[in-house]
């Protein structure tokens, strides 16, 4: 099929339609309300479902009850939202349903801004909800890959009946850039065989996320996690650059990573021995892929849109092997490549590195500068 000129939001909304999306619930924020929007045309003209939901907290609910029912069905919120949606989610993830959600991020905490941002990383990638449950996690750069991946999430969610999370900042959900849908994918005519369809010709069929026996909640617990290994197992995604002879790497995800992979770029143009890897699948995270390459680098650097929450799963992967730096933009701010460059030739020209990861100071100089008005 032909590209077009396609925003993010929108191009994932139809994506979604075109996976075989039943039922849309949700309710609009900024930066996905067009996302919103455009399932309250399509979805009725369709035939399909489509309800905006009085709060997020009720739209995540409507989700679960029909999923229940083994339909295809989604929501989408930003930062704010979504952690409304958190108690929802965590039900969602014990009684073991496949549900997608695309989460556009925004500056925060609080209300925040509807700058992009991607301080959800530990919400999302972590659980934020109650309990041990363990959501796939996507990450897109482009709005081609948020379509790719919006598609992949239905998919995945029912291979594994498990929490599909989209994890896309606000940057993404607002571009526009040449894209190629896929085609229509017909509605399913079969529900899966844990379906509570409403059938009386057969054995009840319950669906519940209450254990009231430990003994019984730890079961699910540990059917979770053996579903998580096989997830890790077969489900883990990330592009590499420039990683053959690379001995510093950037880390980065989402916006962060394709900023980075121009800052790459140029420390290449000036000599630099420089990869990136940027994580597609945030959750499992590709901390075997990080970790065969800890003895050929000097240095990481990770690259991020908030306080350096994936920086955390970066030092878990390498162990110590080798020093994690991070550079962070935060409450919004998209950082520039130029950015990122003065960072990579830091660590690469001077041999100083951070022992704990963290360079604290550089936030400091930041917030003096800032509140001096220099910037």
Excluded at 264 to 270: I, P, S, Y
């Amino acid at each position: 099929m032909p590209k077009e000129l396609l925003k993010g939001n929108i191009a994932m909304a139809e994506a979604a339609i075109r996976a075989g999306l039943e039922g849309y619930f949700g309710y609009p924020i900024t930066p996905q309300t067009e996302l919103l929007e455009w399932m309250s045309a399509r979805m009725p003209e369709l035939g399909r479902v489509f309800l905006q939901a009085e709060s997020e907290l009720a739209a995540i609910n409507m989700v679960y009850g029909a999923a229940c029912t083994g339909a295809r069905v989604m929501t989408s919120s930003s930062s704010p939202g979504v952690s409304l949606m958190m108690e929802g989610l965590s039900y969602i993830a014990g009684t073991e349903i496949p549900v997608v959600l695309i989460d556009v991020m925004r500056g925060g905490p609080g209300l925040g801004n509807i700058a992009p941002a991607q301080s959800d990383y530990n919400q999302i990638v972590h659980g934020g909800g109650h309990g041990d449950y363990f959501p796939i996690v996507l990450a897109p750069s482009s709005v081609q890959e948020a379509i790719d991946l919006t598609v992949l999430a239905f998919d995945l969610a029912e291979k594994y009946r498990t929490i599909v999370v989209v994890l896309a900042d606000g940057s993404i959900g607002q571009m526009m850039e040449p894209a190629e849908l896929p085609p229509m994918k017909p509605l399913k005519t079969t529900r899966p065989e844990w379906a509570t369809t409403g059938a009386t010709n057969r054995e009840k069929r319950v669906l519940s996320s209450i254990y009231l026996q430990p003994e019984q909640e730890e079961i699910t617990n540990l059917r979770l996690l053996k579903r998580l290994e096989e997830i890790e197992a077969n489900e883990i995604r990330y592009k590499s650059y420039y990683l053959e002879d690379a001995e510093f790497v950037v880390v980065g995800f989402g916006t962060a990573g394709r900023v980075a992979l121009s800052a790459v770029r140029m420390a290449r143009a000036e000599g630099l021995k420089v990869g990136l890897l940027r994580p597609i699948t945030l959750n499992p995270f590709p901390i075997a892929q990080l970790r065969q390459i800890t003895d050929q680098v000097k240095a990481f650097l990770v690259v991020e849109m908030n306080s350096g929450q994936m920086l955390l799963d970066v030092q878990r992967a390498t162990m110590g092997q080798a020093p994690v730096e991070f550079y962070g933009r935060l409450g919004g701010v998209v950082p520039f490549p130029d950015e990122i460059l003065a960072e990579i030739r830091r660590i690469a020209t001077t041999n100083e590195y951070a022992t704990n990861g963290f360079v604290r100071r550089n936030w400091l100089r930041r917030l003096e500068t800032l509140v001096d008005g220099g910037e």
